[in-house]
T-cell receptor, first 112, second 112 residues
Framework: GDSVTQMEGPVTLSEEAFLTINCTYT??????LFWYVQYPGEGLQLLLK?????DKGSNKGFEATYRKETTSFHLEKGSVQVSDSAVYFC???????????FGKGTKLTVNP | SQTIHQWPATLVQPVGSPLSLECTVE??????LYWYRQAAGRGLQLLFY??????ISSEVPQNLSASRPQDRQFILSSKKLLLSDSGFYLC???????????FGEGSWLTVV
């Protein structure tokens, strides 16, 4: 079945460090890919998305590129801030599916 | 803007008591609506989704039920809560044929 695998956390970084959270997927079709962020005690917010191969989603300094050849959608940020501390979820949705498939989430803690 | 309202935001219920969580959506007609649960230490699990009034699909067998009495209203219920029902419940919406799902702020349920 369709699935998303993301690196397990927790990830702890110092402020201004470079961030990569790996995400790979398995899908029977051609999915759209998403990163959601969940700040402590809150719901999920859409961070960025990409709908076709080689698309790059970006928002708030975060980027992820849809790599069909490696079935990956790794999240990156060049310089993290304390305010980026949150849980990050990679997800996919297949066209016509109406349902998101989530990874298990990666908790990021950024220390000053 | 398209807003999702969930209430109550937090509740503590005894085992065996009933449950009703309500979700309403503004700014869009005929949305797809979803209930997800996030249990402690676990990922996001799709519980129910609905593509229209009275149309409910259940993803996993469980102690919960869902109803959609109006186009923009989605209710999660239980007749008798179990300890294992504790968790963070998220309502979500998407456009019909759209490929992006947006989440509400969530409701924290603790069953004691």
């Amino acid at each position: 079945g369709d699935s998303v695998t993301q690196m397990e956390g927790p990830v702890t970084l110092s402020e201004e460090a470079f961030l990569t959270i790996n995400c790979t997927y398995t899908a029977t079709g051609y999915p759209s890919l998403f990163w959601y962020v969940q700040y402590p005690g809150e719901g999920l917010q859409l961070l960025l998305k990409a709908t076709k191969a080689d698309d790059k989603g970006s928002n708030k300094g975060f980027e992820a590129t849809y790599r069909k050849e490696t079935t990956s959608f790794h999240l990156e940020k060049g310089s993290v801030q304390v305010s980026d501390s949150a849980v990050y979820f990679c997800a996919l949705i297949l066209g016509g599916s109406e349902k998101l498939v989530f990874g298990k989430g990666t908790k990021l803690t950024v220390n000053p | 803007s398209q807003t999702i309202h969930q209430w109550p935001a937090t509740l503590v219920q005894p085992v065996g008591s009933p449950l009703s969580l309500e979700c309403t959506v503004e700014g869009t007609s005929n949305p797809n609506l979803y209930w997800y649960r996030q249990a402690a230490g676990r990922g996001l699990q799709l519980l129910f989704y609905s593509v229209g009034i009275g149309q409910i699909s259940s993803e996993v067998p469980q102690n919960l039920s869902a109803s959609r009495p109006q186009d923009r209203q989605f209710i999660l219920s239980s007749k008798k809560l179990l300890l294992s029902d504790s968790g963070f419940y998220l309502c979500a919406r998407s456009r019909v044929g759209g490929n992006t799902i947006y989440f509400g702020e969530g409701s924290w349920l603790t069953v004691v």
